[in-house]
């Protein structure tokens, strides 16, 4: 086995297509203002650090938060449902918290 079959085999599998959707949901929610990912928290955990701090480590963090969860519950088995199902991350946040926000202005 070389170098190419084994990047190709990491690159198909399930987790890391999910992972790539995941990205990709994010990537695509940051155009929502409501949607503020896991930077609230960080901002927490880790506070005085730089703007910069928390938009890269919230790039990192929330896609394998959505890839991991994406996985357990869909388990997706080929490469469209993983791909997929990171993708549906995203937008099931952004929907829940446009939900809740509907909600507390009743």
């Given at each position: 086995?070389?170098?190419?079959?084994?990047?190709?085999?990491?690159?198909?599998?399930?987790?890391?297509l999910a992972w790539f959707g995941?990205?990709?949901?994010?990537?695509?929610?940051?155009?929502?203002?409501?949607?503020?990912?896991?930077?609230?928290?960080?901002?927490?955990?880790?506070?005085?650090?730089?703007?910069?701090?928390?938009?890269?480590?919230?790039?990192?963090?929330?896609?394998?938060?959505?890839?991991?969860?994406?996985?357990?519950?869909?388990?997706?088995?080929?490469?469209?449902?993983?791909?997929?199902?990171?993708?549906?991350?995203?937008?099931?946040?952004?929907?829940?918290l446009n939900n809740k926000k509907?909600?507390t202005h009743e």
């Open positions: 086995m070389n170098v190419a079959d084994i990047i190709l085999d990491i690159a198909t599998k399930p987790c890391t995941a990205v990709c949901g994010h990537i695509l929610s940051l155009y929502s203002d409501d949607f503020k990912g896991t930077q609230p928290f960080l901002k927490k955990m880790f506070p005085e650090k730089s703007d910069k701090f928390y938009a890269r480590f919230d790039f990192l963090l929330l896609p394998i938060i959505g890839a991991v969860l994406s996985i357990v519950l869909l388990e997706p088995d080929n490469l469209k449902s993983a791909i997929f199902a990171g993708l549906s991350w995203s937008g099931t946040l952004i929907a829940l509907i909600e």
